[in-house]
């Protein structure tokens, strides 16, 4: 209704009067404007400051990070050992030719091999070179012994011949088994047990070894089976049928690239 008044909440009789905090006044130009702007120009340099550490700190965290992860993988790669280390194989030998030379690619029932010569009158256990049969071994993947002499004449046509110690079987046996029984994998490749009882000391591998990888003149011996390592003789070591040498081709195989087994 007008002009009737508006009633006050009564307050009861010995509350306290709230106190507002005293602040001193901002009088334009008075003693503590100055003082506050600085104040606040100080925590915020204060704050930057603060935020470009952490900055750092993260960059130099991540940069510390890269630099470990990629000093293992460095490490990792330089300190790991090569398939050859691995399967315990020595480096790739060059042998001597056949004893005399002049019969080092003689074909056996020629003068003056009339008959086949011992193997341990060869430059190597298995041999690489030396006499040898008229005809060629055929490339394959072999569960018992070949014809040593058909083989080495093989190995004239840059043919790469895997003996491994017969009773192995090993994961690493059916590796290579299996690979080089791919027919787009096996053109001059002969994988064998090497077992001539009748041939005295040549009549095995040499002792500690179960692979020895063979190629015209040259030779690797390993302890252990591998297809990586077998994968890398071939590459340097054989030449497919009817091509010539390639860059990565190491060997002095003098009729390379001729078919075998016909």
Not at 123 to 147: F, L, R
Not at 155 to 183: K, M, N
Request: hydrophobic residues 35%; positive net charge.
């Amino acid at each position: 209704m007008a002009g009737r008044r508006k009633r006050t909440a009564s307050r009861p009789e010995g509350a306290s009067v709230p106190l507002k905090p005293a602040v001193a006044p901002a009088t334009p130009g008075g003693p503590n404007r100055p003082a506050r702007k600085e104040e606040a120009r100080r925590q915020r340099a204060a704050l930057q400051r603060k935020m470009s550490r952490r900055r750092t700190y993260r960059v130099v965290s991540l940069i510390v990070a890269f630099v470990l992860v990629a000093g293992g993988i460095v490490a990792f790669v330089v300190l790991r050992p090569t398939a050859a280390e691995a399967a315990g194989c020595g480096p790739v030998r060059v042998i001597p030719p056949y004893n005399p030379q002049s019969e080092d690619r003689t074909h056996i029932g020629q003068a003056p091999v009339a008959t086949p010569p011992p193997l341990s009158t060869y430059s190597s256990v298995p041999p690489t070179s030396g006499p040898h049969d008229p005809h060629s071994q055929a490339a394959g993947v072999y569960s018992d012994p070949p014809p040593i002499y058909m083989t080495l004449h093989s190995l004239e046509h840059a043919t790469v011949e895997v003996w491994y110690r017969p009773g192995t079987t090993s994961s690493a046996l059916a590796d290579i088994q299996d690979f080089y029984r791919i027919t787009a994998n096996n053109d001059h490749v002969i994988v064998a047990p090497y077992s001539y009882p009748d041939q005295g000391a040549a009549r095995t591998l040499p002792a500690g070894k179960q692979m020895v990888l063979t190629a015209w003149h040259h030779m690797q011996s390993c302890d252990k089976l591998s297809l990586d390592v077998v994968k890398g003789f071939v590459k340097h070591y054989r030449i497919l049928t009817g091509q010539g040498a390639s860059a990565a081709y190491k060997g002095d195989a003098p009729e390379p690239g001729l078919p075998i087994g016909a």
